[in-house]
């Protein structure tokens, strides 16, 4: 017996952009600007997709809008489609020219003011053809964009887990020390993560907030370290500058960062911290048709390390 035929005319990809705006921000409003649409007009196509399906999306009341069990079934199943309807006009998009046209790039926070600036002349010249869209966030909000297909790629510190990312490495980027000047390790010449783990002043190290990769990174290097009571956490790279200046403590200051801080030499002393790096890599979909090209694109970004980078050892 054959499966019974059923007409997709009344369902649109647009319609299933609005549901899953509508579940994403969980404020039809609001999906409704995403979308650039009218919230009536929004809120109608949802009514006449729930009617199509026979199936109610979302449970909504004056304070909450929620999708139903139902909803959260066929809601997955339509980021699915949108997905492979996306994964289709990049692979059309891929036959001509998979580096020309938009590339969306996202930047981890410690990165992206330090190296993008050296990072687009170099774009410009080697691929005129590339319109760029850049945007600079906390390491897992990027990747979920990346995931989403809201991004094209990602610069981030590696390893990056997921099954659904390839990645790339370009560059290894040493890890300094940099100490308010009255601090008492200001006056070695060499310093070891030994030295900084058994450090215990009270202006200690200086960390920036929950979710900033190179919060991680730092008590890595430091042998996790633990947290002091009250411990003062920086919001920015920046704003841990100004920290140390003040001589709230010590902290670890990826390489790139150091570019143009001659104006902090009577407040900090800068010392390396060698072996200590990290590795910065390319980062997009498995599932991206444009792979290969991505590939050869980390090959070249490779061969342009930034100054004061090392290349990527290879065990």
Sequence with gaps: MGMTYIPLSGLSLRDIEYVVAVDD???????AERCGVSQAGLSEQVRKLEMLLDVTLFERSRRHVAPTPDGSRLIAMGREVLASAR???EAARARTGPLEGLLRIGVIATLGPYYVPSLLPLLRRSYPELRLQLTESLTAQMLGKLRQNEL???FAALPVVGESFET???FEEPFVAVFPRNHSLATQEHMTMEDLASNTEENGLLLLEDGHCLRDQALAVCGMMPLRDQQRLATSLEMLWHMIGAGEGYSLIPQLALKNRAEWEELVVTRPMKPSSRQIGLVWRSSDPRGPAFRDFAR?????IPEGCLPVTTP
């Design 300 to 304: 070249f970004l490779a061969q342009e």
């Design 168 to 170: 790339a490495p370009l």
């Design 152 to 154: 094209d790629l990602v």
């Design 25 to 31: 921000l969980r404020n039809f409003s609001r999906a």
């Design 87 to 89: 994964a289709m006009i």
